[in-house]
């Protein structure tokens, strides 16, 4: 059996990428004397990484001299978790594998935040982690950390080489497993004595990975019972997920969704995969999504659901979630199909390949928006007497929502905006407009505090020519923010937008709401006390710092940041306390249940259906 060679699946996670690739010069080389370590090194040459984010220790130490003369650009963070999450990042911002390395013990361990990370939300990233002598493997080394099993729950694949002579193919494997398929990531433990042993190099290795074969192409009967049924349906709606972006279909998904004149939701993840200008698109759905979106998925009479998993976030309540929908689910990972609901219509395949064999299947049945007057009609009438917004603070202070709202104004849609975890992460969802894909990052599945600023960083060094702006909150940014020195140094000028609150806010919220507002160890004192005061914190880690602390200095704030471009930017915008985001399904209850504002439920009419 002839098995695929690295060459032209390195970083292979779009068909932009994959093309990139196979046009790369060859790189095949003949047998060399190499260490392990420096088979390590050309590996990654080989594979055409350019950067990799680290930080060395004892046991990976071999690794870094070699590192030393290569022409793969290391960035030294402050944290290894800042490295995992920007190799995270780099991977969310341009479609190829992002690689951390770390040694082993507690940097080993320390990564595994950001591996999870990756991993609910399938992004293509390599581990690389020193490990103890093989020789003291499992006696409690210095330093020792079974981090093969501790990340075996939490990573697509993961090795650990007993030969050097496996190193070459065990990377390239690592590379192709990680980016194919749906993509995740590899973790990749080397010994010391293995990266010091002799051996040699030769590329490009022969991958051996018996079994794994992902399903790029749907069945053609089950794209035909899928056309059927959106031919019969009166209220569906396309459901898209993240699976859509790195499948790179959002072309195709425009022209299906105009084709058959469809609502589109964009779950968390998906968010411009379809344009939020688009008249079809309804926004998103879930926990804190618009209304017509939440309800245009309980209406529903047909779901086709692409590259989406049925969150809990998006479902609410599973068993009360869209009860008269029958559904097509797309998915290019099968475990996800039926797991949480059941699929009329199952299809194993790449979301671009699902798309497309679905436009030419419904080509001849589709009317477009007039074969759904009637449900267009409930639709919009919900968008006029819903809208996303937000009531300005009765005590004068800055509203958050505000904030963000004038950032993506004022940046534009070309930029790449990257959240924490928490309301703001929530505001900016709502109040920046997604026009294209790549443009929205963030913790999606874990749901990370301290995911921001690394993760832009690692979107920044991806591509160097495009504005990032990172929206945190000073809980989250309290978390990880050393890496700004990480930016400072190695010349990496990201805006970083603190929405500065002075609590963890999205916890506040929930203690507001269901704790009748007994608020147990949710202030930071960075209001109170200033401390810390973040223009100083900015400015000590190499940054300029800004503060905005009223309305009308809002823009001028926002612009006077965009001109600076020699270093990283990190603005303390002082909001109020108590905003809170709407709308909100609380966990556990009915997407029936959707709180427009506090006590304010949505009148739905189904008569109109």
């Not at 501790?150 to 070459?168: A, G, R, V, Y």
């Not at 007497?385 to 004022?410: K, M």
Request: charged share 20%; glycine share 10%.
């Amino acid at each position: 059996m002839t098995r695929p060679t690295p060459e032209t699946l390195a970083n292979r996670a779009t068909p932009a990428t994959v093309a990139a690739a196979a046009a790369a010069p060859s790189v095949a080389t003949s047998p060399t004397p190499a260490t392990g370590a420096q088979s390590l090194v050309r590996s990654l040459e080989a594979l055409g990484v350019d950067v990799v984010f680290g930080l060395p220790g004892g046991t990976i130490l071999p690794a870094y001299d070699p590192l030393y003369d290569s022409k793969v650009r290391h960035i030294l963070v402050r944290h290894e978790q800042g490295a995992g999450h920007a190799a995270t990042g780099y991977a969310q911002a341009t479609g190829r594998v992002g690689v951390c390395i770390a040694t082993s013990g507690p940097g080993a361990t320390n990564l595994v935040t950001a591996i999870a990370d990756a991993y609910m939300d399938s992004v293509p990233i390599v581990a690389i982690t020193g490990q103890v002598t093989r020789a003291s493997i499992g006696t409690d080394a210095f330093q020792e950390a079974d981090i093969q099993g501790i990340t075996l729950p939490i990573t697509k694949h993961n090795f650990l080489i007993q030969t050097p002579e496996e190193i070459p193919q065990v990377l390239a494997e690592a590379f192709h497993l990680a980016s194919t398929g749906r993509p995740g990531p590899v973790l990749v433990d080397i010994p010391k004595d293995v990266q010091q042993a002799q051996t040699t190099f030769a590329w490009p290795p022969v991958l051996d990975l018996p079994g794994y074969r992902p399903t790029l192409h749907p069945h053609g009967k089950q794209i035909r019972e899928a056309a059927r049924l959106i031919a019969a349906a009166k209220r569906p709606v396309l459901y898209v997920g993240g699976g859509v972006l790195k499948a790179g279909a959002t072309e195709g998904l425009r022209k299906l969704a105009e084709q058959t004149g469809i609502p589109v939701v964009t779950t968390l993840m998906a968010l411009g995969a379809f344009p939020d200008s688009h008249p079809q698109h309804l926004g998103m759905p879930g926990m804190h999504g618009t209304v017509p979106a939440v309800y245009a998925l309980q209406k529903a009479d047909l779901l086709i659901t692409l590259g989406a998993r049925f969150d809990d976030r998006v479902t609410g309540k599973l068993d009360s979630f869209a009860p008269d929908a029958k559904v097509v689910h797309a998915d290019i990972d099968p475990a996800e199909i039926g797991k949480n609901r059941h699929a009329d219509v199952p299809i194993v395949g790449d979301a671009r390949h699902v798309i497309d064999e679905l436009i030419a299947a419904v080509s001849g049945t589709a009317t477009g928006a007039e074969a759904y007057k009637a449900w267009w009609s409930s639709l919009n009438d919900l968008r006029e007497r819903y809208p996303l917004g937000y009531d300005e603070p009765d005590d004068g202070t800055l509203a958050p929502q505000y904030v963000i709202e004038r950032i993506g104004e004022i940046v534009g849609p070309d930029a790449i905006y990257v959240a924490g975890v928490g309301q703001h992460q929530m505001w900016a969802s709502q109040f920046i407009k997604y026009e294209k894909p790549g443009t929205w990052l963030n913790s999606g599945g874990a749901g990370t505090m301290g995911y921001a600023v690394p993760a832009a960083m690692g979107a920044k060094v991806g591509r160097p020519e495009t504005a990032v702006w990172a929206i945190d909150g000073d809980g989250c940014f309290q978390m990880t923010n050393q890496e700004l020195a990480t930016c400072a140094i190695e010349g990496i000028p990201v805006k970083i937008a603190v929405i500065n609150n002075g609590n963890l806010g999205m916890v506040r919220q929930w203690q507001t709401l269901f704790y009748e507002g007994r608020y147990s160890n949710t202030e930071l004192g960075t209001h109170k006390h200033r401390i810390p005061d973040f223009v100083k914190l900015a400015e000590a880690l190499g940054c300029i710092g800004l503060r905005c602390e009223s309305k009308a200095d809002v823009d001028a704030t926002i612009k006077a940041a965009m001109e600076i471009n020699d270093r990283p930017v990190v603005i303390d915008f002082t909001v109020g306390k108590d905003a809170m985001v709407w709308p909100m399904v609380a966990a556990g209850t009915s997407n029936d249940e959707i709180m427009f504002a506090r006590d304010v439920r949505p009148d739905f009419d189904e008569d109109d259906l």
